[in-house]
């Protein structure tokens, strides 16, 4: 009561329904499980209570400036950590929110956790840094040649960044003939390493690809942390392609630049060794012409000297041999011409003496002692006077000549 008056209390809303605490806790988490706004996330703090425990679990609590929240990593997620953050780092963890509802407490279920400080950095990159070298992951027997002419090259880097603008000014003005794939993965920030994987693999898959360039311009140390992500050095090394890094740093080198096939300080850098300078290659094909050109008549005069030599010592054997086929020749002639002395000789007395015997033989001869030889009319010989009568025409012929004659008469 106020100077005399009654003031009469306003009415308290009734609650519409009672509900039980596993009822409120259920709707509590299926408002924050439906809104998405809580998956997949990314909460920076510092580290506070961390605690492994026997099953291989991780819980531990994010402290911010004036909150707090708990956090718990599963063992199948665990094994992803390579150097375990100490309380008071400060770190990183990307998962989802979700409500716990036997403890009535929301809580965020870490996927990854990864420091940020530059002690804590420093740290996990040593360790990650000494597991990969015992891997075998950097080692130099492993590196790939990069093609000196290569026809097809991939860029991985952020599609509307400096890095992409300098590669392709340095390949117009180097090698505009080289076709150029880009494919955009972001270089910074928490969701770089899965971007920068994705690329790799896709680029792993694509056919014609001669070289990849992982690129991302210059930035602040903390900014090239994807580039020392586990994730990314082993995609870097297990792309069936060779793989050229400048993530635009000139001091240190990230564990991706120490698992790449050829590492540059810079965007330009790599694309000037991925890309061979037209005007280099112009100038090595005249160089190589020139060479080529020379040795070509160095070798036509060394042939043809040698061809030359080879012509007279030919010339030379074959007058000799010739010589000599000669004298066998002029030797065998005179053989020749005794052998068919002797035998002319021996033939022309042969003829003589046959041809006195015929001449002895011959009827001519006969006539030529005085006897005459008597043809009838059909120029048969006449051997009997049997074989004539009178009146029958007779040729009588002599050494000489022959006279024809008639039979007048006959006697025997």
């Excluded at 994807?226 to 990314?232: A, I, L, Q, S």
Aim: aromatic letters at 4%.
């Amino acid at each position: 009561m106020r100077d005399g008056a009654f003031i009469t209390p306003l009415p308290q809303p009734q609650p519409t329904s009672i509900q039980t605490v596993d009822e409120l806790s259920g709707a509590i988490r299926l408002t924050i499980a439906s809104s998405g706004r809580f998956r997949n996330i990314a909460v920076r703090g510092e580290i506070q209570g961390f605690k492994r425990h026997s099953s291989g679990h991780v819980y531990f609590t994010l402290q911010g400036a004036e909150s707090k929240i708990s956090a718990v990593l599963f063992r199948s997620h665990a094994a992803s950590v390579i150097a375990w953050p100490k309380d008071g780092d400060e770190a990183m963890a990307t998962g989802s929110v979700e409500v716990y509802a036997k403890g009535g407490t929301y809580q965020l279920y870490a996927v990854r956790l990864m420091p940020i400080g530059l002690g804590a950095q420093k740290r996990a990159r040593d360790e990650l840094q000494a597991l990969l070298e015992r891997e075998g992951l950097f080692d130099v027997r492993h590196k790939r040649a990069i093609p000196k002419y290569p026809s097809k090259v991939a860029v991985v880097t952020s599609p509307t960044g400096a890095a992409l603008q300098d590669i392709l000014e340095v390949s117009l003005k180097r090698a505009p003939h080289v076709d150029i794939a880009v494919i955009p993965a972001t270089v910074q920030g928490v969701d770089a390493p899965e971007q920068v994987v994705r690329a790799l693999s896709i680029a792993g898959a694509a056919r014609g690809l001669d070289c990849v360039i992982l690129a991302r311009g210059g930035g602040a140390k903390d900014d090239l942390s994807p580039f020392d992500d586990e994730r990314v050095v082993r995609a870097v090394r297990s792309c069936p392609i060779p793989v050229v890094t400048g993530v635009g740093h000139q001091i240190d080198s990230s564990l991706a630049d120490m698992a790449s096939d050829a590492a540059l300080p810079t965007p330009s850098a790599a694309a000037e060794r991925v890309f061979p300078d037209s005007e280099d290659i112009k100038h090595n094909l005249v160089h190589a012409m020139n060479i080529l050109s020379a040795r070509a008549l160095r070798s036509c005069d060394r042939f043809g000297t040698a061809l030359e030599r080879r012509g007279e010592k030919l010339s030379s054997a074959m007058t000799r041999m010739i010589s000599g086929r000669q004298d066998l020749l002029e030797g065998a002639f005179d053989r020749m011409k005794i052998l068919c002395g002797g035998k002319m000789d021996r033939c022309e007395a042969a003829l003589a003496s046959a041809a006195s015997a015929l001449d002895a033989m011959s009827p001519l001869a006969v006539l030529a002692r005085g006897y005459a030889i008597c043809n009838g009319p059909s120029g048969r010989t006449i051997r009997s006077v049997g074989e004539v009568k009178p009146g029958d025409p007779i040729s009588i012929r002599f050494k000489d000549g022959s006279v024809d004659a008639s039979v007048t008469r006959t006697s025997s």
